[in-house]
């Protein structure tokens, strides 16, 4: 019985998706490889690398604005109820 390697599951769930759920995963996940590859070498990323990495800041700021406004709330209702 033969059992691929985690590298071969990787390009095999890579092959089968689309551009699209490739940039949403990216986008959620934050592909580290790709964080260094920026670093790295900035002209060797593709069209789609960048815009999975620019849609990853774009949601880490909307989720550091949500993340404050939720502990200004609870600092609010804790003062309120003092």
Known sequence: MYLPTNTEAC?????????QERIIITSVWNDMSLRRKLDDDPY?????ELKALKNNDRLNTQLKCLLKDAFIRKALLRARSL
């Open 44 to 48: 060797s990323l593709t069209q789609n």
């Open 11 to 19: 390009v095999a769930v890579t092959i089968c998706m689309t551009d």
